[in-house]
């Protein structure tokens, strides 16, 4: 009997120096192609463990509530809403791009009671803003985004967790996009809550979402936790606060199936967590602070390789992230034209945008593994090239020449 078998997996080789998904790091592939264990195997645990340890350096922090939510980098945010934020409480939201309109998304499901801190999108929000609306609302549990890809806009965060703390606000912050490429200094801001994702910066695949979680937001959410008859038995408290909505992302089972107890929740994604370990390995071994200087120095150079072709580059330059570049698209040149070109000709993948930005701004990432001199290089020749088969007039060779300047 004929039968489609379609062909096997060959993607054609591309770079991807958009907004995420970057390429994975080699050695994370290789790390994911490991054989199965069994999840009660004490090899596994002690994989488990160490990349619990692996993680807390990567979010700077001594949380010993450190560890992965399977599932994409949506994964960690929607487990840390829903645990942290109970149906009718109150909660905060800074929202000035894509990604803090999805918070609000997410936390209108719970049944949350949503104030909002709205922004254009291409601001940050300062100090005093966030006070005023903390005094305002009087929230039980703020949210923000630490680099918003929608709009490459880092919220600088020094100050926020303190604040919260003066207001008894649990806070949370989701670091997706900047984790592995800017520094995360979770306990020197006093986030309380902080997720992440593996195919931006952390130069892994996405599927796996690395979390940290302080000891009084966990006892927050372990309070949630209720008696599931038969299963957990004397391990459960019966609590009396409102139930996690979501059996899958409850934090409080998550965490006991990740502590000693090793209560059963899911099975643990094997293949992810090695993928996860070797990623945070390979940040590790490189060091947070040269990992942090080579994707500014990556940023530094497409920004100046940029601007020599006569390019604006988008936003404020001094709350720009440093993994992921707005370049507004010139008059009269066809934005979606140049990225095929960019694909067809050079097998080169840039970022388009959303929402007020459609249309307007390409976004061009140097992201992890990707965050490196020869691909900023090659992605700025190969731009110029589509930009002036398109129309646009810049003086040949200008974009790479500036950004090896840069670089020297
Ligand atoms: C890319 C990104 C995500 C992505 O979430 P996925 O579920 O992995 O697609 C979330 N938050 C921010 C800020 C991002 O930049």
Redesign the pocket.
Known sequence: MAQNLFGQIDPPQRLLMG??PVNAHPRVLRAMAADMLGQFDPEMTAYMNETMELYRQVFMTENRWTFLVD?????G?EAALVSLVEPGAKLLIVRAGR?GL?LSEIAQRIGAEICTLDLPWGEVATLEQIENALIEHKPQVFAC??????TTMAQPLAGVGELCRKYGVISYA?A??TLGGMAVETDAWGIDVVSG?L??CMGGP?GS?PITISDRAAEHIMARKHVEAGIRGADALDGNRPRIVSNYFDLAMVMDYWSEKRLNHHTEATTMLYGAREAARIMLEEGLEPRFARHTAASTAMVAGARALDLNVFGNDSYRMTNVTGIWIPEGVHGENVRMRMRDDFGIEIGTAFGPLAGKIWRIGAMGYNAVKHKVLLTLAALEVCLAAEGHKAQRGAGVDAALAEYS
């Open positions: 907004p995420g599932g994409t980098a949506r994964a945010i990604f999805l985004i630490h680099g918003d890809t929608s989701d997706t996009a994702g195919q931006k996405p979402a």
